[in-house]
């Protein structure tokens, strides 16, 4: 079973939409938790920590269930420029590895 | 915030000859850097963790012989491709955390290498 696992996508979704994303890890130990966005070709940038009790930062909405290994990102109010893919990353075993999943592309249209 | 810098941003090379791509922690030391690679359409795959003072450690299927790393202060970890090949052309990440093992890693801004 991979670390990480998420629908590769790509959603499509017109601007105003809301859009959710889930993610789902195999590691029970995972500690931390932490949601990136990365844009072609560029680095990935982080876009908010995952807290257990759940966290919102403007549009997006984040939250966490440790019970079944899944975590998700709610994005409200879809611009232009969210379109990105969004990576969902566990903090591994270990001090202080991060596992990447390929990501979620979304596109955001006009 | 915490900021990397890696340099250069991209590279074009022939076969054969080697690489120095360099990462830095602007401002905050860094004990640890972490080197990922990435192919196109393909997600981060960690290619070593960079320690500082002490050897790296590299994941398993990467060739340390080939991809040398030097972690010789708290600011600066280097990365060195040697004897590239067209198939070592790729993204290249280093990226750091500058406080405790919960925070999260900050990313270069990346290294396009190209080997023809």
């Known amino acids: 079973r991979k670390e990480v696992e998420q629908d590769p996508g790509p959603f499509n979704v017109p601007e105003g939409a809301t859009v959710a994303f889930n993610c789902t890890y195999s590691?029970?130990?995972?500690?931390?938790f932490f949601w990136y966005r990365q844009d072609c070709r560029k680095e990935p940038k982080l876009l908010m920590s995952v807290y257990s009790s759940g966290n919102e930062d403007g549009r997006f909405t984040a939250q966490l269930n440790r019970a079944s290994q899944y975590i998700s990102l709610l994005i409200r109010d879809s611009k232009l420029s969210d379109s990105a893919t969004y990576l969902c990353v566990p903090k591994g075993a270990g001090y202080n590895k991060l596992i990447f999943g390929a990501g979620t592309r979304l596109a955001v249209h006009p | 915030g915490a900021v990397v810098s890696q340099h250069p941003s991209w590279v074009i090379c022939k076969s054969g000859t080697s690489v120095k791509i360099e990462c830095r922690s602007l401002d905050f030391q860094a004990t640890t850097m972490f080197w990922y690679r990435q192919f196109p359409k393909q997600s981060l795959m960690l290619m070593a963790t960079s320690n500082e003072g002490s050897k790296a450690t590299y994941e398993q299927g990467v060739e340390k012989d080939k991809f040398l790393i030097n972690h010789a202060s708290l600011t600066l970890s280097t990365l060195t491709v040697t004897s590239a090949h067209p198939e070592d052309s790729s993204f290249y990440i280093c990226?750091?955390?500058?406080?405790?093992?919960?925070?999260?890693?900050?990313f270069g801004n990346g290294t396009r290498l190209t080997v023809t």
């Open positions: 590691n029970s130990a995972s500690q931390s």
């Open positions: 990226s750091a955390r500058d406080q405790g093992s919960d925070s999260p890693l900050h």
